[in-house]
């Protein structure tokens, strides 16, 4: 990737809408989601929750991370099912050099990314972009029947970060303050929306200006007690917002956490960072600051609520991210997020909003969360549990619906109809079972009996490989470039059987939309990194000019320029020009 280019160039929503018509109608997907993965609400099980007393219809959501960052990506989490979006992470320095590959899902989840690759601007225009494409396609006939007559009602929760001189820039308060009354940008895309045909009737689709009126704080690691006392205070007194703090697992301290990953689950090549323990927040310090900023929230009409937790910071150990450390995720995560949580209730009796508890601080949760796990998590009493590390698995955001499934059935097959009902039902036999709470058991659990799941012996296995090379055209058509690719930068084209080429699909790269982040070389079958194999489309010519390898710009479903190979131009110019090779709907910039 240039040094000189961004890293991602997100697509106007305009080109956005006229994906979604294109794709739908000529192979009835959205962004490559297959109709049968959208989420359609059970009308027998009510999943609902509030989120800092705002409804949201279902219970989970992207955390901030690679799956909330650009438009296209929490509509595709919405469609799976997501009603609570906790949005990328933005700081004053919109303008970070992070080393690639950041990503390593290979085994239990590792990262080096940790805050927006957008500008600011941009990033108020991917929120806001989102925000109108869902209000139009949850009122957008070809999808009525998918989604149902009531989709429900979602959050989006604004993410800053990382020190109070940063967040009190006029950059980042007008990007709160935008958040907040959105109407200028919302104007602006409704234009855009209107030039696309098939979503012009929608432009005027109804849309409450303030966007998100909720903020996650990221301490990330090493943020002082003070500072974050600091920030949560100016962020309810200049921005009356309702505030989460995101805790980090070094609370539980060095020798709980060695003594969880490297004794209980085996993974003893984790190499963990006393200099990261010494550096971040103390648990008897941690306990008293949320007890003061939730005193201080109820004292101005605020609600305050806490985030468990952070990735847990080791060292380099494998060797195939490009930067040092990294930040550990998934399985091994959600144990040391399970059991600070449940010390977070001992120590704070009768303050958390968890069953059993009855409290007012409410708990979110992102840590290892996955379809297995998911109706455990939330029986503790997480609002909401966010998902990051297992929309990185293939699959992606099509992992969604089948985990909304799964939590409505259990929840019917407790004899129950609602989420509220169905965690004081699991409280209850908790208690019976001897716990204090379900969160108490739920701990127990994976700590024991049902350690498997997160122990280094289930989460070792390498994604499969096959003995070849990857090439340009053809390959073993698996998919995993597609599903596992978090900016949805990939997309697929039926093989036409006059073509001459082998396999029954053939895979393009929206340039623009990758990151270059490797989570699609780490499961990609085959020898080679697909994000710089398959064809590389760019619609910017200026961007196009700018990097360099194979390359071709494309306009209106052809190819007007191209690097690399003549016949390669021919091909990809031949697989655009069938009826449904050009996603963008022929839409150009």
């Not at 990314?113 to 929120?127: G, M, N, R, T």
């Not at 919302?186 to 998100?212: G, K, N, Q, Y």
């Not at 003594?259 to 963990?272: F, K």
């Not at 697909?530 to 489309?537: E, G, N, S």
Request: glycine letters at 8%; a negative charge.
């Amino acid at each position: 990737m240039s040094d000189e280019t961004a890293p991602l160039t997100p697509m106007p929503l305009r080109v956005l809408a006229a994906r979604i018509a294109h794709e739908w109608s000529t192979r009835s997907k959205i962004f490559d989601l297959p109709h049968a993965r959208i989420w359609r609400p059970d009308d027998t099980v009510d999943l609902s929750m509030e989120f800092l007393g705002r409804p949201c219809a279902t219970p989970i959501g992207p955390a901030a991370g690679p799956h909330s960052q650009m438009a296209q990506n929490l509509v595709l989490a919405w469609l799976g099912g997501s009603r609570l979006f906790e949005l990328k992470t933005v700081q004053v320095i919109d303008d970070l050099e992070i080393a690639r590959p950041c990503i390593d899902m290979e085994t239990i989840g590792y990262n080096t990314e940790w805050s927006q690759e957008l500008s600011v601007p941009a990033s108020i225009d991917e929120y806001v972009g989102a925000a109108l494409l869902i209000a139009a396609l949850s009122r957008w006939e070809p999808l009525a029947e998918h989604l149902g007559p009531d989709p429900g009602r979602h959050v989006f929760d604004m993410s800053v970060g990382y020190d109070l001189a940063g967040i009190s820039t006029d950059k980042v308060a007008g990007f709160i303050s935008t958040m907040r009354d959105a109407s200028a940008v919302i104007s602006r895309m409704r234009t855009e929306l209107a030039s696309v045909p098939a979503m012009a009737h929608l432009a005027d689709v109804d849309l409450d200006p303030c966007i998100a009126d909720t903020l996650t704080l990221s301490t990330f690691h090493g943020c002082p007690p003070d500072e974050i006392h600091a920030i949560v205070t100016h962020l309810i007194d200049a921005h009356d917002l309702d505030v989460i703090v995101k805790l980090n697992p070094t609370l539980l301290g060095i020798d709980t956490v060695t003594q969880i990953l490297h004794d209980e689950l085996g993974y003893r090549d984790l190499q963990l960072r006393q200099s990261a323990f010494d550096e971040d927040l103390t648990f008897d310090r941690g306990i008293e600051l949320i007890e003061d900023l939730s005193a201080y929230a109820t004292a101005r009409g605020r609600r305050f609520g806490i985030k468990l937790t952070n990735t847990m910071v080791v060292g380099n150990h494998r060797g195939l991210l490009g930067d040092d450390p990294m930040y550990m995720s998934g399985p091994p995560l959600h144990v040391l997020a399970s059991t600070l949580c449940d010390r977070l209730a001992t120590a704070l009796p009768g303050r958390l909003a968890i069953p059993g508890h009855d409290g007012d601080i409410m708990v979110s949760f992102s840590a290892g969360v996955t379809r297995s796990n998911l109706a455990d998590t939330l029986a503790m009493g997480a609002n909401p549990a966010t998902i990051c590390s297992d929309l990185l698995k293939p699959g992606g955001y099509g992992r969604l619906a089948p985990m909304l499934r799964d939590l409505t059935s259990t929840i019917a097959a407790d004899g129950c109809t609602d989420l509220t009902s169905w965690r004081a039902h699991r409280q209850e036999a908790a208690v019976a079972e001897g716990y204090a709470n379900s969160c108490a058991r739920h701990v127990a659990h994976i700590r024991s009996d049902g350690i498997d799941a997160y122990h280094l012996d289930g989460n070792s296995k390498l994604p499969r490989s096959v003995d070849h090379d990857l090439e340009m055209f053809g390959c073993v058509a698996c998919n995993f470039c597609i599903t596992v690719c978090p900016n949805d930068a990939f997309f697929s084209i039926r093989t036409p059987v006059d073509s001459g080429l082998d396999a029954r699909q053939q895979y393009l790269v929206y340039a623009e939309l990758c990151n270059e982040c490797g989570n699609c070389l780490g499961f990609c079958p085959e020898r080679g990194d697909p994000a710089m194999i398959k064809p590389r489309l760019f619609t910017d010519p200026e961007l196009f000019a700018a990097r360099d390898g194979q390359g071709f710009l494309v306009a209106d479903g052809a190819v007007v320029d191209y690097r690399g190979d003549e016949e390669a131009a021919r091909i990809v110019g031949d697989l655009l020009a069938r009826p449904a090779g050009d996603p963008l709907g022929g839409a150009g910039r």
